[in-house]
């Protein structure tokens, strides 16, 4: 069963608040629509039960901002309260950003979305030499070049290293499906289009989207890195279950994939982003940022999603947004989730409505929140999102706990490694994934991935030559490792397995239905490529 959540102090007080009905005043301007009415009360228990430090809430309806504040503290243990100004990290609704910025440049004509990649990057390669040739920033965008996650949400793919490596290095990642033959989310694929707009402007995508879309929407407190965010600003602090308790976890920098996951914003100046996307799209205020074709193709369908079939809610890719229906109407969406930042955001142009959701830890009460505002404003009578939700997660909850203790009771007590500690020892490499380091530190093995001492794992026997590796970061959890031996009974190969989706991340990284192995090769150090 899945065990109680312990509950900070600050939320067991508002907790207590809420059974005694007593509300918190408002942290930011509200404008009082009637749709909105009563709906703190839902907001603050949702967050109690969730455990949810941090959370704010826009709304715009109509060309206008409706709702705009914030609920709950940046951090736990601290007393400053979020709100409408609060800085959260937005994820992968950095995507639409990135589609954006491709489309000021195709207004401009310095490039079109056909466009071959390689007409812009002519070092670009992947693994099908034909593949390299045809794909197009189309298809970097649509999700329908066929090469998905390194390795997983959390995008720890050679974080330390320049953007360049880790472009060329896509030309050993095999596909998982064939190009244009279906749909494979890639976080990847978005940092090249990054790179094309470095190419074509000579400003990094950073530069480039706060220049020419932040600056001109007035987006000022927006930026591209959590580089940018300084010491004691107005910024949510991230946070994470982990074993059964929300804590606070580093904040991690996103850079090497920027143009997929890096922007931190508020949810004031998001609701401006929002209303450039409905209304007249592509103006707001009297401003034209992007033209209505540009507009219509980020939101036009481009790759199809899989479905369930002729019961299930069709749904597709455009540039940037997940389309599909709600209650008969057409959304725009896309959520986001890094260390400890969960997003949502969903536009129904029929409505000129759209909604943000931004907190800081992972929960599914993000979801229901955004269904109860929009079920508001198409006069749909209350629903509880709140009770479908939750009952979901504790089932997955359970489901998942269940799975991990049958990995633990699978494991083989009393077994010994076949040799030495120091025997495994060593520098490992792989064309794709780069170099890893194996040395021993006392009594015990450490793993070190690309030389980045952020990417550092304690490595805890399991069971014969199979070590559970632990972060140093407690949020990045834990993957298995094991090593091969060579004919000479040597040590010579080291085997990884990338977690690329877990089953549920509040449980750890395993178990999980999408993960990939890689074969590292001992190699001297001397001889490692340069690539």
């Known amino acids: 069963m899945h065990r109680p959540l312990r509950i900070p102090g600050f939320l067991s007080v508002l907790l207590l608040a809420l059974l005694l009905g007593v509300a918190s005043p408002p942290s930011g301007v509200q404008a009082q629509a009637a749709p909105l009415e009563d709906l703190d009360a839902f907001v603050e228990a949702g967050m109690a039960e969730w455990g949810i430090p941090g959370l704010a809430l826009a709304v715009v309806h109509g060309g206008e901002v409706v709702y705009s504040r914030g609920y709950g ?76 996650r390194m390795t997983g949400n959390r995008l720890q793919w050679l974080p330390a290293r320049d953007r360049s490596e880790l472009v060329y290095r896509m030309r050993y990642a095999e596909p998982e499906q064939t190009f244009r033959n279906g749909y494979v989310y890639s976080n990847v694929m978005y940092m090249v289009a990054g790179q094309v707009i470095e190419a074509v402007t000579g400003m990094s995508w950073g530069e480039f989207v706060e220049e020419r879309i932040f600056g001109p929407l007035g987006m000022e407190r927006s930026n591209t890195s959590v580089t940018q965010i300084a010491e004691g600003e107005n910024a949510a602090w991230p946070h994470q279950e982990i074993r059964g308790e929300v804590v606070p976890i580093p904040r991690r920098n996103f850079d090497a994939v920027g143009a997929s996951a890096s922007i931190n914003a508020p949810v ?47 749904a597709s890719y455009g540039l940037g ?5 709600y209650e008969g109407r057409r ?54 999102w709140d009770r479908m939700y939750r009952e979901s997660y504790l089932a997955s909850y359970d489901r998942v706990q269940a799975g991990r203790e049958a990995i633990h009771e699978a494991r083989e007590e009393g077994t010994s490694p076949s040799v030495p ?58 993957k298995f490792v094991w090593f091969g031996r060579g004919e000479d009974g040597s040590i010579e190969r080291l085997y990884i397995r990338w977690t690329l989706r877990p089953s549920l991340l509040q449980v750890g990284l395993y178990p999980a239905g999408y993960t990939r192995t890689t074969t590292f090769e001992r190699i001297d150090p001397e001889d490692l490529p340069t690539w």
């Open 73 to 148: 503290v940046l951090e736990l243990g601290e007393t400053r309260e979020v709100d409408e100004h609060t800085l959260f990290g937005v994820a992968s609704v950095s995507k639409a950003f990135t589609a954006a910025a491709i489309g000021l440049l195709v207004d401009e004509g310095v490039l079109d979305w056909d466009d071959p990649v390689v007409r812009h990057l002519p070092d670009f390669r992947l693994y099908d030499p034909g593949v390299t040739q045809t794909v197009t920033i189309r298809d970097l965008l649509s999700h329908r070049v066929g090469v998905g």
């Open 268 to 314: 004031e100046e998001l609701t401006t982003w929002m209303r450039l996307h409905l209304g007249d799209p592509g103006e707001v205020d009297g401003f034209r940022l992007l033209s209505p074709a540009v507009m219509r193709e980020m939101h036009r369908a481009q790759n199809r999603i899989p479905d369930s079939g002729i019961t299930g809610d069709l």
């Open 321 to 325: 947004w997940r389309l599909s229906h």
């Open 331 to 384: 959304i725009s969406q896309h959520g986001g989730a890094t260390d400890g930042m969960n997003t949502n955001l969903v536009l129904l142009p029929e409505e000129e409505l759209g909604v943000v959701v931004v907190t800081n830890t992972f929960n599914s009460f993000m979801n229901a929140l955004t269904n109860r505002v929009v079920d508001r404003f198409l006069g749909i009578e209350d629903r509880e």
């Open 421 to 478: 500690m120091d025997a495994f020892e060593g520098t490992f490499y792989d064309p794709l994934y780069a170099d890893v380091q194996v040395r021993l530190e006392g009594e015990a093995l450490v793993l070190e991935l690309w030389g980045d001492e952020n990417q550092t794992l304690h490595l805890e026997h399991w069971h014969h030559d199979t070590f559970r590796a632990s972060y140093v970061n407690p949020a990045q959890r834990e």
